[in-house]
């Protein structure tokens, strides 16, 4: 009998053959629909980017580079079946965190996998609906439930600085959007 984590839809990072992770996805994709394991396997996702590179005469290239080499992120509800279709793929040398000897892999966990996602743009960053001078509460750290201005905002890294009033002086508090509350 499966545990009720199982039956949730997670993502696993899977180990690869090196320089063999586009294969592994697109054979992955074929068994997923040849063996209709679309409603246990939901997404393959290799984490790419695009870099500059400078050549020896001046110009610039834009190349594809893969940020984890030799592995391939897919959101999958685990059974025995959808195990066996994701290890037995070609290319495929195993799960992250999964000892062999037909041990179910180990999820990774949220605080892992979210900036992979946001990174590739699968998960889109929040845009938290602020300014400049606006009243919140500090929700973590050590100046937790203590109210502050903001004093600068950061959308892209998601970090914002808050003066936060200490020893009778406002002292500045470098937080992220999920360590302040706009309700205050």
């Known amino acids: 009998m499966m545990a009720d984590q199982d039956k949730q839809k997670m993502w696993y990072a899977v180990q690869t053959y090196s320089g063999q992770e586009n294969s592994v996805k697109v054979n992955l994709e074929r ?8 409603d ?12 500059q590179e400078k050549r020896a005469d001046g110009t610039t290239k834009e190349r594809l ?13 685990v059974t025995d079946d959808s195990w066996f279709v994701v290890r037995n ?16 892999p180990i999820p990774l966990p949220p605080e892992e996998i979210n900036p992979i996602l946001k990174r590739v743009g699968i998960i889109q960053k929040p845009k938290l609906d602020i300014k400049v001078g606006q009243r919140v509460r500090v929700t ?4 937790a439930n203590q109210v502050g201005t903001i004093d600068s905002i950061d959308q892209e890294k998601e970090l914002l600085t808050v003066l936060v009033e200490m020893f009778g002086r406002e002292t ?8 302040i509350d706009t309700d205050v």
């Open 31 to 38: 068994r997923i629909e040849s063996m209709q394991m679309e």
């Open 40 to 51: 246990k396997i939901f997404q393959v996702v290799i984490p790419e980017e695009i870099q």
């Open 65 to 77: 580079v893969k940020i984890y080499p030799g592995y391939v992120f897919i959101e999958m509800i």
């Open 89 to 104: 793929t070609p290319g495929v040398t195993g799960f992250l965190g999964s000892s062999g000897g037909g041990t179910k």
């Open 140 to 143: 973590a750290g050590p100046f």
């Open 172 to 179: 500045p508090a470098e937080l992220t959007f999920d360590e």
